[in-house]
């Protein structure tokens, strides 16, 4: 028998929703933008926060009510109380291994824990910029889109970094240093590549790009931003399904855990060479933490306090309800009308109810299609 959240239909009225609700803010997003942006930029942000929630936090409801998803976070006591408080306190940026299609989803649910979700901003390659809704909502978010290219890159950097650290209240940058998704076979590239320029083997990581890490670090202004949060990510093990999502959308949980460590910008050293040896260190730590977490040590390398100065806390919280709410009012505002009119109407309405549905099935095709890690490099 097929389960409902199977049901394709299913999916195709909920990605509808998304749709809607999803251009409807991109809209007002815009004509926000052209009235406040030159005569209070602050008041812009602080509405944006909000708008940028209704479109994450739609996509939390797919995560965490939909299919179930949890995240297991272990951090010290000083970030267990900033959960607890759901307040972040400072701007802080995010060093995160990149491997799984839904880690960006997974960021957002840590950020949504610490009250910070319409604030959670990423690097990013260019191209996402012009995907319909959420690149849409990056552009007017001030998220970092790249060309990948640092000599080309270095001006808008320095401008967003400017920016960002101007927010009025916290905000967090997302960062992976690999600068690709992680597969096998972008692995064995990396390590045949690590070997011939003398650089650690990793095992569960490709050889960080540190140029744009060591540029960032430079340009920051530290006084307005001093924390810098590792996050060494694992998903997809024991009864998880795969961490895709193709998974989320047909209702099937997700399980990831997230080793957090704190880290002061003013203890990085700033100069390419040092920063690079840095960044390289930081990951074979990293790759020591997956290792662990893989192989059921992580216990025994928490409490020796080899990679932490204190045992780290195992955080597991439910997901918070506004995003069920969200999800509930988006579909009745929209699918109401539409059901309405296919029982009301005569053919001409049913036509353009198929070619409405039609949109819908595509949008989510398209979805899928976006989010998936690419086999080959």
């Known amino acids: 028998m097929v389960r409902f959240k199977e049901l394709?239909?299913?999916?195709?009225?909920?990605?509808?929703?998304?749709?809607?609700?999803?251009?409807?803010?991109?809209?007002?997003?815009?004509?926000?933008?052209?009235?406040?942006?030159?005569?209070?930029?602050?008041?812009?942000?602080?509405?944006?926060?909000?708008?940028?929630?209704?479109?994450?936090?739609?996509?939390?409801?797919?995560?965490?009510?939909?299919?179930?998803?949890?995240?297991?976070?272990?951090?010290?006591?000083?970030?267990?109380?900033?959960?607890?408080?759901?307040?972040?306190?400072?701007?802080?940026?995010?060093?995160?291994?990149?491997?799984?299609?839904?880690?960006?989803?997974?960021?957002?649910?840590?950020?949504?824990?610490?009250?910070?979700?319409?604030?959670?901003?990423?690097?990013?390659?260019?191209?996402?910029?012009?995907?319909?809704?959420?690149?849409?909502?990056?552009?007017?978010?001030?998220?970092?889109?790249?060309?990948?290219?640092?000599?080309?890159?270095r001006g808008n950097m320095t401008r967003k970094l400017k920016e960002l650290v101007g927010y009025p209240s916290p905000i967090v940058i997302f960062f992976f240093p690999e600068g690709t998704r992680f597969t096998p076979e972008k692995h064995r590239e990396s390590q045949e590549f690590a070997e011939s320029r003398g650089f650690p083997r990793l095992e569960h990581h490709l050889i960080p790009k540190t140029k744009g890490f060591t540029f960032t670090l430079s340009t920051l202004d530290k006084s307005k931003m001093s924390t810098m949060y590792d996050f060494t990510m694992v998903a997809g093990t024991g009864d998880s399904a795969p961490p895709t999502l193709t998974s989320l959308v047909l209702g099937r949980r997700t399980e990831a855990t997230v080793v957090i460590r704190k880290i002061s910008l003013a203890s990085i050293p700033e100069g390419e060479e040092e920063g690079k040896q840095w960044m390289m260190d930081l990951f074979k730590e990293k790759d020591q933490i997956k290792n662990s977490l893989l192989d059921g040590t992580w216990v025994t390398l928490n409490e020796s306090h080899t990679l932490t100065t204190s045992t780290l806390s195992c955080i597991s919280t439910p997901p918070r309800i506004y995003s069920l709410v969200l999800a509930i009012s988006a579909n009745i505002l929209v699918l109401s009308p539409l059901f309405y009119l296919i029982l009301s109407g005569g053919l001409a309405t049913w036509t353009v109810t198929l070619l409405i549905v039609t949109l819908g099935w595509a949008f989510l095709q398209q979805m899928l299609k976006v989010s998936k890690v690419k086999k080959s490099v």
Not at 61 to 66: C, G, L, Q
Not at 95 to 108: I, Q, R, T
Request: charged fraction near 20%; proline fraction near 1%.
């Open 8 to 153: 394709t239909l299913v999916h195709i009225l909920g990605c509808l929703t998304f749709l809607v609700m999803g251009l409807v803010i991109n809209l007002v997003q815009l004509v926000l933008y052209l009235i406040l942006i030159k005569i209070n930029k602050n008041l812009f942000r602080k509405i944006n926060f909000y708008l940028s929630n209704g479109i994450y936090g739609y996509l939390l409801f797919i995560a965490e009510w939909w299919s179930g998803s949890r995240i297991t976070i272990f951090c010290d006591e000083e970030f267990s109380r900033r959960l607890a408080k759901k307040d972040p306190e400072e701007h802080s940026w995010v060093v995160m291994n990149h491997h799984y299609e839904l880690d960006w989803l997974y960021c957002w649910m840590v950020a949504d824990r610490m009250g910070i979700l319409g604030n959670a901003r990423a690097f990013a390659k260019e191209s996402l910029k012009y995907i319909p809704i959420i690149g849409w909502a990056g552009n007017f978010s001030d998220d970092v889109y790249l060309k990948r290219n640092l000599e080309k890159d």
